[in-house]
């Protein structure tokens, strides 16, 4: 069956870039609404349902008012291109074409623009202790190895890589359906504390293409499942960065302390392969930088800090853990039970 105007245009606009404060934001945002009441040929209304689906990946996101606006703007403008040049002619082909707008600019961390999404919560006072009353899990219980039993599922037979040295294989391989607790002996005590590999692997050894064809079960081929997107930010100011991981309308599973001044959050994607991972995370990561979070973090295969193990004397203290993250910001979840059963003890929550 033959796509629809509408889920023409909407498969169009996905892979348009997101308007960003500070990068020709109105710009991006016109071409789109321009793309869909113009080169699509769509009424305001339906349009209007579009630029509301674009304005998601925005930041900061548009108005009603701004988007309504938009729309009735790129309608009454004067176009060079045939009103529906965009559908095609009755081959299929375009009846014509529009040069291609020059590249956004690379995106980068943009300290104001963080900081304006963080006051966006102000009200909140503290954002660890919200982040505590809104995890489904009581963050304050568990050990390294109960978070991996949350995040893998015991009869998945899924494995995980531990490490101490970042560099290496891995020292530990835990198992979903083996390990019950996860000793020190396999843990040495280091400054450098300790990551995990988020994605599932295999457990066995695989030619890595990228180096030589040197054996590995930590690079792609060795992965299983491609669960989780790792969010991490040296640059931000972590009670900013915190803020705006509260904020964001992503499946966040967890969020854990680096041992020092960065922040680690997972988000959950359940891509069905490294093509599509790359396919869910391109129009999150313009976003994503601008806010703060590290370029290179954002790959698919990426280490993270292992919630509740040392690094030194310090803990990499788990902050949120939600094993079925729904993509609601988290700022806007209700309390777990557990937490109202506090206040009705007369442990009064900071946050309403």
Request: net charge positive.
């Amino acid at each position: 069956m033959k796509a629809t105007p509408l889920e023409r245009a909407r498969r169009y606009i996905a892979k348009c870039l997101p308007a960003i404060s500070g990068q020709s934001g109105h710009n991006a945002t016109f071409y789109v609404a321009a793309v869909l009441v113009h080169g699509f040929a769509l009424g305001e209304a339906d349009a209007l349902v579009l630029l509301r689906e674009f304005n998601q990946r925005c930041l900061p996101p548009w108005s009603e008012g701004e988007l309504i606006h938009k729309i009735k703007s790129a309608a009454n403008a004067a176009h060079l291109l045939p009103r529906g040049h965009l559908l095609g002619g009755e081959n299929g082909s375009p009846v014509s074409t529009k040069p291609m707008p020059p590249p956004p600019p690379k995106p980068k961390f943009q300290k104001n623009v963080l900081k304006r999404v963080a006051n966006n919560v102000a009200a909140i006072k503290d954002v660890v202790r919200l982040l505590s009353e809104r995890s489904p899990v009581n963050v304050e219980r568990q050990d390294s190895a109960s978070v991996l039993r949350h995040l893998y599922a015991r009869g998945s037979g899924e494995k995980i890589l531990i490490f101490t040295d970042m560099k290496s294989q891995g020292q530990f391989l835990w198992e979903a359906d083996r390990s019950d607790f996860i000793q020190q002996r396999h843990l040495p005590a280091g400054n450098d504390g300790v990551w995990f590999l988020p994605q599932p692997v295999s457990g066995g050894f695989f030619p890595n293409p990228r180096s030589d064809g040197n054996l590995s079960r930590r690079s792609e081929e060795a992965v299983s499942a491609f669960r989780y997107a790792v969010l991490e930010s040296d640059e931000a100011d972590a009670d900013d960065w915190l803020r705006c991981l509260v904020q964001m309308p992503l499946r966040i599973s967890c969020i854990c302390e680096s041992g020092k001044r960065s922040i680690h959050a997972l988000v959950r994607l359940d891509a069905a392969s490294k093509a599509d991972w790359d396919r869910l995370m391109a129009p999150l990561k313009p976003v994503l930088i601008t806010l703060g979070a590290d370029r290179g973090a954002l790959s698919a295969v990426r280490l993270s800090r292992l919630p509740q193990a040392m690094r030194g004397e310090r803990c990499q203290r788990l902050l949120y853990l939600n094993p079925q993250p729904t993509g609601q910001p988290i700022f806007q979840q209700a309390m777990p039970p557990a937490c109202y059963a506090q206040k009705m003890e007369g442990k009064e929550p900071a946050h309403e």
